[in-house]
């Protein structure tokens, strides 16, 4: 009975230091290289701060809290997660250098990733995206799915990778040496001319076109295939689009 109480006595005694060193989430998770550290996600990491957890190939990298978690444990650390997260963003670049950078969101907040890998040129879907909880949002992740649905991949994307505003872009429906139809409507007055797409361009971007007679080049604003328009409904098409990212 003695040597059971005095096993008892040792192991209260050891639990403490079996515990880990408790450490918190960075508001600012960032890596600035490819591999990412507990010391890039925890303060207080200490000497585990060296271990790796992670390889980050694109512009971020999105983390399972709970894998995160394990491998924490595993080196020593505690990080009771409090707030629940499933996810974790990191983004690429020393956390110094995004204080003149737009501020992004902290804390439990919501951000949206590709469900599936897109090829470049590829036409974002509603189903290619989703929701997640994550520590935090890169600044220029969009806040819409509706700013995204729609536009085409300019780079090969990941699955599971966060949703970043330099993706995507207007799905081209013009490309360069397509003959364009441009035109003008003002005070009851309506122009048609004929020009050649000097580039591509999707929907609402701006074209350069020269003009088959004069050769001159004009900027018109991409209606559809093979239709702009220039003037005050130009203007209009533009105005309505600042208007449209400016209350997102």
Do not use: C
């Not at 050769?215 to 328009?229: E, R, S």
């Amino acid at each position: 009975m003695r040597v059971l109480t005095a096993l008892i006595a040792a192991l209260a005694v050891a639990t403490p230091a079996l515990a880990g060193q408790a450490v918190s989430l960075k508001a600012d998770v960032a890596s600035s290289d490819a591999v990412v550290t507990l010391g890039d996600l925890f303060d207080g990491a200490g000497a585990a701060g060296r271990v790796a957890v992670a390889t980050r190939t694109g512009a971020s990298v999105v983390l399972d809290a709970t894998v995160v978690q394990a491998a924490a444990r595993r080196a020593g650390l505690d990080w009771a997660n409090a707030e629940g997260l499933h996810r974790i963003v990191v983004r690429g670049g020393p956390p110094e250098a995004s204080a003149a950078a737009p501020a992004a969101a902290h804390g439990n907040v919501e951000v949206l990733t590709y469900t599936r890998s897109l090829a470049a040129g590829e036409i974002v879907q509603p189903t290619d995206l989703a929701w997640i909880k994550a520590a935090a949002a890169p600044a220029d992740a969009p806040g819409d799915a509706e700013m995204v649905i729609g536009k085409a991949a300019k780079r090969p994307l990941r699955a599971g990778s966060v949703v970043l505003a330099h993706d995507y872009g207007s799905a081209q429906v013009i490309k360069a040496g397509d003959v364009v139809s441009v035109s003008f409507e003002a005070d009851g007055v309506s122009l048609t001319l004929e020009g050649k797409a000097m580039g591509p361009a999707g929907v609402g971007d701006t074209l350069a076109v020269q003009n088959t007679l004069s050769k001159k080049i004009i900027a018109a604003i991409v209606t559809g295939p093979g239709q702009a328009v220039v003037g005050p409904a130009a203007d209009q098409m533009k105005a309505s689009r600042s208007l449209r990212y400016a209350v997102r």
